[in-house]
């Protein structure tokens, strides 16, 4: 079975939100969306593991046809591109999809732990030399999201 990203974000999040406040009744909110956020995590990076091997490479050319064919498919994110080179890529979200979905389904308060703090984890599984700067998100009420990546080298 072929589903888009977004479309499995939808599947998802209503079993993922159910968990969360049945435990959050138990153990207290913070403390439940604390244990989702690092499960959901490992979840991420398995999955930029997974990708890298899909896409045969962990480059950010590799890293730019994830976000424009898998992410962004079926118009989920509208892009702007900012800067495309092999060492950094630059692009503004101006539309979220991911946002609109869990707006609809009155979950837009767990969005962020159930979609972008997948984000930061997804890099270390696809290429920890990768690093992406993030200052604000849709999810979080900002007019766009701002994804800098750029490939770093570490000392010898």
Not at 60 to 71: D, R
Not at 113 to 134: Q, T, Y
């Amino acid at each position: 079975m072929n589903i888009t990203h977004q479309k499995l974000r939808e599947i998802q999040a209503p079993i993922v939100t159910l968990l969360i406040n049945g435990f959050a009744r138990e153990i207290g909110y913070e403390k439940a969306i604390n244990i989702a956020e690092n499960v959901i995590s490992e979840d991420a990076m398995a999955a930029g593991k997974e990708m890298a091997k899909e896409y045969k490479g962990n480059t950010l050319t590799e890293l730019a046809k994830i976000v424009k064919e898998v992410w962004a498919k079926n118009g989920a994110l509208k892009l702007k591109m900012i800067k495309e080179t092999d060492s950094e890529l630059f692009f503004d979200v101006t539309y979220c999809g991911y946002a609109q979905m869990y707006k609809k389904m009155e979950i837009k308060d767990m969005g962020s732990a159930l979609s972008c703090i997948r984000d930061f984890s997804f890099l270390k599984g696809f290429n920890p030399k990768i690093e992406l700067k993030r200052t604000q998100t849709i999810m979080e009420g900002a007019k766009y999201c701002d994804f800098r990546f750029k490939s770093v080298t570490f000392p010898e």
